[in-house]
């Protein structure tokens, strides 16, 4: 699924003044005096994405998952969708510009490298939070990664969503078009913002304009959306963990070969995975161990982009790669998250958030009614933060006296800005990107549906809290559409530790952008 156009390099095919080049994933169609190098697919039953290539209809964030590139004999334009779910890059360095969406295509030398940039990149991943080494002897806790086990005490928000202002890349002149960007070249490079999507979910999250969720809609959609991809793609896998999203997204197609992964080390049950997987015939279920001692070697062989942002990708990246060979598209739960909102920050920012709204409740009462909620929620999924393990609890549950001041200073931080810092996070996360990229394969989600994604998000405040603390909606639909319960009793917070993959990953991903591949 690799394309790379360039006005500098010379390759066997020209279209203007453009040399371009495909492989046989990309789609290309003439029309008008123009060519269109393409991937993906609309979610319309009545409109193709070649109907509105030909037609010259194609508009920015369209819903759908695709990217359309358009040449005329000078000029050149970018199209993608709603969600920008698949990563671009470009170069412009003084006459010469070239775009693909896989960065290793580009002409590269040593030369291109931004020794700086590169160094305050690692080094900046080596000491996020979530990357640090746990101190321990335990085989199984060794690999485990740390972050959100409640241990100290931080409030601010995760901010889990898109970059959308992010552009830079270790190589000079070499940029990726934000999310939610249009780019135009003719003489010169145009990028312009097309959507201010944390906006547009602010305004769905806290306008005035509340409804009650209609679960027949979100499951029409999804239908309609599962079977546009039936149309579109014959060899289908889903990837399936015990989690909420995926298991719901993989009921639409029980058909489908199932791929999943357990750490080895365990590092988390999987009775929950098994109990849904059992469901199932075990030649379309494929089952494999991840071995985190191996992570190194993984990270060498399977990865090929030095601009990733999500390094917890590699397994399913290893899964795809080593084992979905004959696989058109794999199914992949990402959205859900923020769409559904049910993630611990989600649930406690909310609810620190709205107990500071409340002017007229002195600090006391507020830590009381904070108390109370703690309690009422503690054994809801989204409060819940790894399976099988001892923190089964609302993210930082302050049930002491002993911390009213801590408690104190920090409703103050969280709740100054809450509602901006929440739309913040409800903005989807890039993780097909980087999956796309390191895959070579067409990644989808049910949840990237411009239909429902803001209809969510205008939930009435009942509805919204069972949907944040609970996934009530998602339960709902499995039981009244597909009758199973869903059982699985929280979020999976058992991420492994990545801290000793990080140089190695940008060292093998640096080299690999070194090399040519055209």
Same mark, same amino acid.
């Given at each position: 699924?690799?394309?790379? #156009?360039?006005?500098?390099?010379?390759?066997?095919?020209?279209?203007?003044?453009?040399?371009?080049?495909?492989?046989?994933?990309?789609?290309?169609?003439?029309?008008?005096?123009?060519?269109?190098?393409?991937?993906?697919?609309?979610?319309?039953?009545?409109?193709?994405?070649?109907?509105?290539?030909?037609?010259?209809?194609?508009?920015?964030?369209?819903?759908?998952? !695709?990217?359309?590139?358009?040449?005329?004999?000078?000029?050149?334009?970018?199209?993608?969708?709603?969600?920008?779910?698949?990563?671009l890059?470009?170069?412009?360095?003084?006459?010469?510009?070239?775009?693909?969406?896989?960065?290793?295509?580009?002409?590269?030398?040593?030369?291109?490298?931004?020794?700086?940039?590169?160094?305050?990149?690692?080094?900046?991943?080596?000491?996020?939070?979530?990357?640090?080494?746990?101190?321990?002897?335990?085989?199984?806790?060794?690999?485990?990664?740390?972050?959100?086990?409640?241990?100290? /005490?931080?409030?601010?928000?995760?901010?889990?969503?898109?970059?959308?202002?992010?552009?830079?890349?270790?190589?000079? =002149?070499?940029?990726?078009?934000p999310?939610?960007?249009?780019?135009?070249?003719e003489?010169?490079?145009?990028?312009?913002?097309?959507?201010?999507?944390k906006e547009q979910?602010?305004?769905?999250?806290?306008?005035? =304009?509340?409804?009650?969720?209609?679960?027949?809609?979100?499951?029409?959609c999804m239908?309609?959306?599962s079977? #546009?991809?039936?149309?579109?793609?014959?060899?289908?896998?889903?990837?399936?963990?015990?989690?909420?999203?995926?298991?719901?997204?993989?009921s639409?197609?029980?058909?489908?070969?199932?791929?999943?992964?357990?750490?080895?080390?365990p590092?988390?049950?999987?009775?929950?995975?098994?109990?849904?997987?059992?469901?199932?015939?075990?030649?379309?279920?494929?089952?494999?161990?991840?071995?985190?001692?191996?992570?190194?070697?993984?990270a060498?062989?399977?990865?090929?982009?030095?601009?990733?942002?999500?390094? %917890?990708?590699?397994?399913?990246?290893?899964?795809?790669?080593?084992?979905?060979?004959?696989?058109?598209?794999?199914?992949?739960?990402?959205?859900?998250d923020? #769409?559904?909102?049910?993630?611990?920050?989600?649930?406690?920012? /909310?609810?620190?958030?709205?107990?500071? %709204?409340?002017?007229?409740?002195?600090?006391?009462?507020?830590?009381?009614?904070?108390q109370?909620?703690?309690?009422?929620?503690?054994?809801?999924?989204?409060?819940?933060?790894?399976?099988?393990?001892?923190?089964?609890?609302?993210?930082?549950?302050?049930?002491?006296?002993?911390? !009213?001041?801590?408690?104190?200073?920090?409703?103050?931080?969280?709740?100054?800005?809450?509602?901006?810092?929440?739309?913040?996070?409800?903005?989807?996360?890039?993780?097909?990107?980087?999956?796309? =990229?390191?895959?070579?394969?067409?990644?989808?989600?049910?949840?990237?549906?411009?239909?429902?994604?803001?209809?969510?998000?205008?939930?009435?405040?009942?509805?919204?809290?069972?949907? #944040?603390?609970?996934?009530?909606?998602?339960?709902?639909?499995?039981?009244?559409?597909?009758?199973? %319960?869903?059982?699985t009793?929280?979020k999976?917070?058992?991420?492994?530790?990545?801290?000793e993959?990080i140089?190695?990953?940008?060292?093998?991903?640096?080299?690999?952008?070194?090399?040519?591949?055209?």
């Amino acid at each position: 699924m690799n394309f790379f #156009i360039s006005n500098h390099k010379k390759l066997s095919n020209k279209f203007g003044k453009w040399f371009y080049y495909t492989d046989d994933l990309c789609k290309v169609i003439r029309h008008n005096g123009k060519i269109s190098i393409y991937q993906g697919y609309l979610i319309d039953k009545e409109k193709t994405l070649e109907d509105l290539i030909v037609s010259e209809r194609l508009e920015h964030n369209l819903n759908g998952n !695709f990217f359309v590139v358009t040449l005329s004999e000078n000029r050149l334009q970018v199209f993608v969708d709603y969600f920008a779910q698949h990563k671009l890059l470009y170069r412009h360095d003084g006459d010469r510009f070239e775009i693909t969406n896989k960065i290793f295509l580009f002409p590269l030398s040593a030369g291109d490298i931004d020794h700086k940039k590169m160094h305050q990149r690692i080094s900046k991943s080596l000491d996020h939070n979530y990357l640090k080494v746990s101190q321990t002897e335990n085989p199984v806790e060794k690999y485990k990664n740390r972050r959100g086990t409640g241990q100290g /005490h931080n409030f601010s928000v995760g901010l889990s969503g898109q970059n959308e202002t992010r552009s830079d890349t270790i190589f000079n =002149h070499v940029k990726i078009l934000p999310p939610y960007h249009s780019l135009e070249f003719e003489n010169k490079v145009i990028v312009e913002r097309t959507i201010d999507l944390k906006e547009q979910i602010h305004e769905s999250l806290f306008g005035t =304009h509340k409804d009650k969720i209609d679960q027949d809609y979100i499951y029409n959609c999804m239908l309609e959306h599962s079977e #546009i991809v039936k149309r579109n793609y014959k060899n289908i896998a889903s990837s399936v963990s015990e989690g909420i999203d995926s298991v719901l997204q993989d009921s639409f197609f029980p058909e489908v070969k199932k791929i999943t992964y357990s750490f080895d080390p365990p590092a988390t049950t999987t009775k929950y995975k098994e109990d849904y997987l059992c469901k199932f015939n075990a030649d379309i279920v494929e089952w494999k161990h991840f071995k985190v001692s191996n992570q190194v070697a993984i990270a060498e062989q399977y990865t090929n982009d030095p601009e990733t942002d999500y390094f %917890d990708t590699l397994p399913t990246a290893w899964q795809v790669n080593k084992y979905c060979k004959d696989t058109d598209v794999v199914l992949y739960g990402q959205l859900g998250d923020s #769409i559904f909102l049910h993630q611990p920050w989600y649930l406690y920012t /909310h609810l620190m958030g709205t107990l500071y %709204d409340n002017k007229n409740t002195s600090m006391k009462e507020k830590f009381t009614l904070y108390q109370e909620q703690v309690k009422k929620y503690a054994d809801c999924y989204s409060a819940r933060e790894t399976l099988g393990g001892p923190e089964f609890h609302l993210y930082y549950n302050y049930f002491s006296m002993e911390d !009213f001041k801590t408690f104190e200073k920090n409703i103050e931080l969280v709740g100054r800005d809450w509602k901006n810092n929440f739309s913040q996070a409800c903005v989807p996360s890039t993780y097909t990107r980087d999956l796309i =990229h390191s895959c070579d394969k067409q990644m989808v989600s049910l949840y990237a549906d411009k239909r429902f994604f803001h209809a969510i998000h205008k939930a009435d405040t009942v509805d919204m809290l069972s949907n #944040i603390s609970d996934a009530k909606l998602q339960k709902d639909i499995l039981k009244n559409k597909f009758h199973y %319960d869903f059982i699985t009793p929280g979020k999976d917070g058992a991420w492994f530790n990545m801290h000793e993959m990080i140089k190695p990953w940008y060292k093998n991903t640096i080299g690999h952008c070194m090399k040519d591949h055209l």
